[in-house]
Each structure stands twice: as structure tokens, then as C-alpha cells.
């Protein structure tokens, strides 16, 4: 499903500022595999996943996600990638502040040519999945940063992708909260999705349906348990 091959990436290339954060990086993730990506900060994680989700493009090397060169895609196929084929819990959120949960929940879903009733009834499975329905129809900046981290993992399921990609999705959520987290993803690899998450919570490396941990140090996959 995702073959990352020999992928650099260098931020200010070519000034003083140069900055390495992924050498020569290798991965191979099959299709209804979790792996969860471990490290300590600024390992190149969220690089990392910023590029399988082609926000963003190696400074050298391939990506191919499901038999496309994600790592050429030129931006409106990019944009078209993420609305089809992917899901993503950002670190940040990336949330648009001013509108609702409810809207920022169903944005994947403009343009997907279904119904309104079909799009309300999507948004408000996700948004009882991620266990913020109750805030639906509240404006996002109001939110507290747990639900923030909810209203997130809603809008990345609400199109049930193939692949999800999530990056430190239950740093701002309490125990009960992240336990029903590891629920969802439970529930997603048992139906096939593939889920790639990078976590400093060691709970996720002993998830028993974790299939591999990759460990990354100085931007690279220095160990890999499987
Ligand atoms: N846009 C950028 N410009 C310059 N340097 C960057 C940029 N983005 C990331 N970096 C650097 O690349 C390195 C890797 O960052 P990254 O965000 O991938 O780390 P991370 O493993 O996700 O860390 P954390 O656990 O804190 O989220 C860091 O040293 C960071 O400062
Ligand atoms: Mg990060």
C-alpha cells in the first residue's frame, strides 16, 4: 500500500539553514497493517507523515501510496488524494476555528457529489465515534483541546479512507478518552484500513493489534519491532 523509498528531505535547502530532518529513509506498509512510529521529538515523524499524506514533497526519493507517485503529485491531484484516500489526524489540529465541529467534520466530504442527508448522516457517525457529537454544532475556537483532538479524529474518518494517518492523536485526551481512541483504531484495522500513528505513548506499542513499531532518531528508522 506505501512504499517509501531512499526519501531525503531538507528544509532550507541550500541556505545556512539547511536542516536534514529524513535521510535516506526506507518503509514498506501493506495494506491493513498498523504501525505506529515512535521517537523523540524532532525525529522527523510528522515530516514523515507529512509527505505520505503529500502535504509536502521529498527532496529526493519516491513515495508511492496505492500504486500513485504521491511524492510528484502535482497539487490538485494532491488535494484530490486527500479527499479520497486518506484521513489524517493532525498534531495541530489543522481545524478551521471559526466554523462548527459538525462543519469542519463533513468538510472531506464537499464535493464527494452525495446527498446532503447522506453527508449529515456521515458526519454524525464520525462525530458519535470520536465521541463529540454532543459539540456538533459548536464553533471549534470554543472547543477545549481534547474535544479539538476529537473533532480531528471525526473529520478523518468521516469518508472511512483506506488509510489513516495520525500524529500524537491522543496527546491532548484524557485516559478515558484515549482508550476509546485505540477502540476506534481497533474497530478500523479488524475492517481492513491501513493506520500509520506517531505517538510517544508507549501504551501503543503494546496494542495487540499493532503489527509493527518503528523507532525514528535523527531522522531516520533506526529499529523496527515487529
Ligand atoms: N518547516 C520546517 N522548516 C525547518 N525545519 C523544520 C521544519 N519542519 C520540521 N523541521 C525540523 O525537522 C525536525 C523534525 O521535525 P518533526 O516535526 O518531523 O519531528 P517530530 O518527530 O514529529 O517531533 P515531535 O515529537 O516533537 O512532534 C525538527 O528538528 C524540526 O525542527
Ligand atoms: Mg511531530
Known amino acids: 500500500m506505501i512504499q517509501v ?7 532550507n535547502e541550500g541556505t545556512v539553514q539547511a536542516f536534514e ?5 526506507n518503509l514498506e506498509v501493506k495494506k491493513g497493517e498498523t504501525v505506529i512510529l515512535s ?3 524532532g525525529s522527523g515523524k510528522s515530516t514523515l ?14 513515495i508511492v ?10 497539487d490538485l491531484h494532491a488535494s484530490e488524494y486527500r479527499a479520497t ?6 498534531q495541530h489540529f489543522n481545524l478551521l476555528e471559526a466554523l462548527s465541529v459538525k462543519e469542519n467534520v463533513l468538510s472531506p466530504l464537499v464535493n464527494s457529489g452525495l446527498t446532503l442527508s447522506e453527508v449529515e448522516n456521515m458526519a454524525k457517525k464520525s462525530m458519535g ?25 471525526a473529520r478523518a474518518l468521516v469518508h472511512a479512507p483506506p488509510l489513516i494517518i495520525c500524529d500524537e ?38 496494542l495487540p493489534f499493532v503489527n509493527r513499531v518503528l523507532h525514528m532518531q535523527e531522522g531516520k528508522i533506526v529499529k523496527q519491532k515487529q
Do not use: W, Y
Request: aromatic share 4%.
Open 5 to 11: 523509498e531512499n526519501v531525503n528531505k531538507i528544509f
Open 21 to 25: 530532518a529524513l535521510k535516506d529513509v
Open 39 to 41: 521517537g523523540v521529538s
Open 49 to 62: 507523515l507529512s509527505l505520505i499524506a503529500a502535504l509536502d514533497k521529498p527532496s529526493s526519493g519516491k
Open 65 to 74: 501510496v496505492n500504486n500513485t507517485l504521491i511524492s510528484k503529485l502535482p
Open 85 to 90: 484516500s486518506i484521513g489524517v489526524v493532525f
Open 129 to 153: 465515534m470520536a465521541a463529540i457529537f454532543h459539540k456538533a454544532d459548536q464553533q471549534v475556537k470554543e472547543l477545549s483541546g481534547g474535544e479539538k483532538q476529537r473533532c480531528a479524529i
Open 169 to 206: 492523536p491522543t496527546a491532548n485526551l484524557d485516559k478515558e478518552n484515549t482508550l476509546k481512541f485505540i477502540d476506534i483504531l481497533k474497530n478500523l484495522h479488524n475492517s481492513g484500513t491501513t493506520i500509520i500513528v506517531a505517538t510517544h505513548d508507549p501504551l501503543f506499542e503494546t
